[in-house]
């Protein structure tokens, strides 16, 4: 099957060589083609280059892409799409003044999300989260990471998993698995953390590589949810049992949770609003990707990641939703990339990077995912008529989607 995109006003995110990620100045590059062809052959990208270069071959369909604009889909490194249920109550809680700490310390928060969580089926988990799935591969998604850690039980750990797997097998979007057993201590172990970190690593763990459920592990690394100790804990554990860690640290408070992360090779280290200078130098000359997730500050009203910052002292940084039921119950990439943009004084050409190549690398994806580059799937975004790629970000709010392809196949 071969499809040719002729006439592309801008190719976007043209990378000719393997890249894992951009960081600092190199963030500001976004290479571009004007006036582009576009070739994909059974799902893959075969060839690409400028109007006066497009070869003359038979394919299956030619599409006319005057005016138009094409990028690689998002690349969503973080969420937790998973989940059962809401909590618009919280959110109207929020509003008449209660923080999100002092929800969650009334019972409301992860807790109220697994107590959900555990009661309902496998099924009707499945078929709640795959709206979520569906929806967010139309605003133009083309991979993401799962995070399991509203189950808190055994059972119902293992239940989000096996919905992750599910999803990653029926659906084009490609989907990376996360164990967050260690997202809250649940009731029952109120007065005993050990012993469900314990349960956790012990018990969980074996079975999780056992069947293949996972392929990283995080953890909340935050005052009153777990120190540094049990991050190293888990994170011990989980190298051991083949899950490598990406992780939940400075949302609120930075309590060392960014030198834990580099120290056991994390693959990314996520939130980061509070960003102290240590903790930037820590991060330098490591492979750990820093991931900031504007729509959960937006949401919550917190401070954003300084990412200005973090890419000016030479660092990358990738860009998610962290998509889930407390904290941002939005899995839109394209407002994650105009909030970057606008909140975070991120250029557009550094948001689309962060929201493309280096959200690939932070969930291990770039070798297939994340440029216009021969060889990787065929996961890209076709815009609406534009003047210019800037105009994604600016017109915040707004979609500038045309049509969706993943893996060479039409979803929009
Ligand atoms: O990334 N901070 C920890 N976990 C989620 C929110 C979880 C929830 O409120 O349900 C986050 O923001
Ligand atoms: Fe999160």
């Known amino acids: 099957m071969r499809l040719l995109f002729k006439n592309i006003k801008e190719l976007i995110q ?11 100045k190199d963030m500001k590059k976004l290479p571009v083609i004007s006036n582009a062809f576009l070739l994909i052959e059974d799902g893959i990208i075969s060839n690409f280059g400028e ?55 009334r019972g409301g928060g992860i807790l109220n999300s697994a107590k959900k969580l555990q009661e309902i089926s496998e099924e009707e988990l499945y078929e709640q989260s795959k709206v979520r799935l569906e929806e967010i591969m139309l605003l133009g998604t083309g991979a993401v990471e799962i995070k399991s850690g509203y189950g808190l039980t055994i059972e119902a750990e293992l239940k989000m998993l096996r919905v992750i797997d599910r999803l990653k097998r029926n659906y084009p979007i490609a989907v990376k698995a996360t164990f967050l057993g260690a997202h809250a201590i649940p009731q029952d172990y ?22 293949r459920l996972a392929e990283y592990v995080d953890i909340f690394c935050e005052a009153g949810y777990f120190t540094v100790e049990d991050t190293e804990f888990v994170l011990q554990a989980g190298l051991k049992h083949g899950l490598l860690p990406k992780i939940h640290v400075n949302q609120f408070n930075a309590i060392g949770g960014v ?3 580099v120290k056991y090779n994390a693959l990314s280290v996520d939130h980061l609003e509070v960003m102290p200078k240590e903790d930037i130098e820590i991060l330098k000359g490591s492979k750990t990707m820093p991931v900031a997730l504007p729509s959960c500050s937006f ?15 030479g660092l990358p940084l ?35 990077n962060a929201a493309t190549i280096n959200g690939a ?33 600016y017109s915040f709010g707004n979609n500038q989607i045309e049509s969706v392809y993943l893996k060479g196949i039409k979803i929009l």
């Open 299 to 313: 949401f919550l009203g917190i401070p954003y990641t300084p990412g200005r910052q973090i890419i000016d002292s």
């Open 190 to 211: 109120k007065n005993n953390k050990q012993g469900y970190l314990n349960m956790l690593v012990n018990e969980l763990m074996p079975r999780i590589e056992k069947e």
């Open 259 to 261: 030198e834990a992360g």
């Open 51 to 105: 109007m006066k270069a497009c070869p003359e071959v038979n394919v299956d369909k030619e599409i006319d892409a005057t005016g138009k604009m094409i990028l690689p889909t998002w690349c969503d490194s973080h969420t937790h799409l998973v989940y059962a249920g809401n909590r618009e109550g919280e959110f109207v809680d929020r509003i008449k003044g209660l923080s999100y700490e002092e929800i969650a310390a």
């Open 361 to 393: 690398y932070a969930m291990g994806l770039e070798r297939d995912y994340g440029s216009i580059t021969v060889g990787k799937q065929a996961n890209i975004i076709l815009t609406k008529p534009i003047n210019s790629y800037g105009f994604i970000p």
């Open 14 to 24: 043209v990378r000719t060589k393997q890249e894992l990620f951009v960081s600092g």
């Open 318 to 352: 990738a860009l998610a939703t962290d998509y889930n039921p407390g904290s941002t119950p939005s899995g839109n990439m394209n407002f994650v990339v105009s909030t970057a943009c606008i909140k975070m004084k991120l250029t557009p050409e550094e948001a689309i």
